[in-house]
């Protein structure tokens, strides 16, 4: 569940929990962001505030999303059209880390 929900979109999401019902009715509910702490959502928040963007839900899960990524890889790729936060998300990423005490190395790489 963990690997495939940060690949999904929020429409594909609720889809792809319905199906995880329909196959194991008896399994008990839990969120798709596993690892995600109620400390690192809130240091998320914070990050939101300070870097002057609204701690909108699909945002903050989307920054939880990266993440959870990259806690079982060793990089990941951002990809998006233009303007759709990718930039932003990885920022307040970093600066959710930086609130926890997390030392973070980031690194842009151009593919071309």
């Not at 993440?67 to 600066?95: N, V, Y």
């Amino acid at each position: 569940r963990g690997s495939t929900a940060t690949k999904l979109t929020a429409e594909d999401a609720v889809i792809f929990e319905g199906i995880l019902r329909d196959v194991f009715p008896t399994a008990r509910e839990q969120s798709l962001l596993l690892g995600a702490s109620e400390g690192f959502q809130k240091a998320v928040d914070q990050a939101c505030v300070s870097l002057s963007l609204e701690p909108e839900p699909t945002f903050t899960l989307k920054v939880l999303q990266m993440r959870e990524a990259l806690e079982m890889r060793w990089s990941a790729f951002i990809i998006g059209p233009a303007s759709c936060g990718k930039s932003r998300a990885i920022a307040t990423l970093e600066d959710a880390h930086r609130k926890m005490g997390t030392t973070t190395s980031m690194r842009a790489l151009n593919p071309k």
